[in-house]
């Protein structure tokens, strides 16, 4: 196949049982695209570097992720579990000892809202182009001798995704009572809404599109079945997903982003930056 009408050709080789659309194309030169192909990459790298440093350097920080006066929690350190944790933000009590610098407090969620993130569909999508580089883009070589896919170790525990999606639903519903108790939290105690509560609110109804839109959410409901004809309320369920779905490369940048400002603005409010601005009570 010639691009442009090139000299240079790519070429496939023909696999040793003879039948063609098995082999992967042989690319001679480093790439034959004359377009900005690199920009996309490029991006996608920058965006997951800005999301990952960012949150290190918060988990890690342990400091200005509790808003006492109206419960505002980040999501960066939901559940609390450390003793040092501020008691009203340990919903569900404390261990019995300190942590270290090095363990966060959030340490029994973030390590499976990592695999579920990490192992997802999209994200795998997006680093093993972006930073991995396979494939890096169409007619661009890639620097690896060889393709084993998720075949073997370590990438053969991508499938660990489908049972991490499980932890995270039940994440999510923490997340949610973190959105919701501080609706209870207002000033003097009772009903109350402010900025900080739309902020959680609006983060926790991305972070379930975002999880309701996983391609496992779709198959735990309608992966298995050979026929919906018995079954119109999961049918329904099944099909929604299914239009998530398709929108599950948004949802997957743009909960980076609600996830990062939610947790911004409760370190503001918590570190007396900003005083949060009270709509009702």
């Not at 973190?178 to 983060?203: E, M, R």
């Not at 239009?243 to 570190?271: C, E, G, K, P």
Request: charged share 10%; glycine share 6%.
């Amino acid at each position: 196949m010639s691009l442009d009408g090139d000299a240079a050709t790519m070429t496939a080789t023909m696999p040793p049982s003879g039948k063609p659309g098995h082999a992967r194309a042989q690319i001679t030169a480093k790439t034959y695209r004359k377009d900005r192909w690199w920009v996309g990459p490029v991006l996608t790298t920058l965006g997951l570097a800005v999301f990952i440093v960012y949150a290190t350097g918060r988990v890690f920080q342990q400091d200005h992720y509790f808003v006492e006066a109206h419960h505002y929690l980040t999501p960066f350190y939901s559940p609390c579990l450390a003793l040092q944790c501020e008691p009203a933000s340990a919903m569900f009590g404390t261990l019995p000892f300190e942590f270290p610098w090095f363990l966060p407090y959030a340490l029994v969620s973030l390590p499976f809202l990592l695999l579920f993130r990490f192992t997802c569909y999209y994200y795998r999508k997006a680093y093993y182009r972006s930073i991995w580089q396979a494939p890096t883009a169409c007619a661009v070589t890639e620097p690896h001798s060889s393709y084993t896919g998720e075949s073997r170790w370590p990438m053969v525990l991508q499938n660990l995704h489908r049972y991490a999606f499980y932890i995270a639903v039940l994440i999510s519903v923490v997340n949610t009572a973190d959105a919701i108790i501080p609706l209870f939290h207002g000033t003097g105690g009772g009903f109350g809404i402010g900025v900080g509560n739309l902020v959680l609110i609006a983060n926790v109804v991305l972070l379930w599109a975002y999880t309701a839109s996983c391609h496992s959410c779709r198959h735990a409901f309608g992966g298995r079945l050979k026929s919906f004809g018995t079954k119109p309320v999961q049918y329904w369920m099944w099909t929604r997903i299914s239009r998530l779905n398709t929108r599950h490369m948004q949802f997957a940048w743009i909960t980076l982003a609600s996830l990062m400002l939610t947790d911004l603005y409760v370190a503001l409010v918590a570190s007396g930056t900003i005083t949060d601005l009270r709509i009702f009570n």
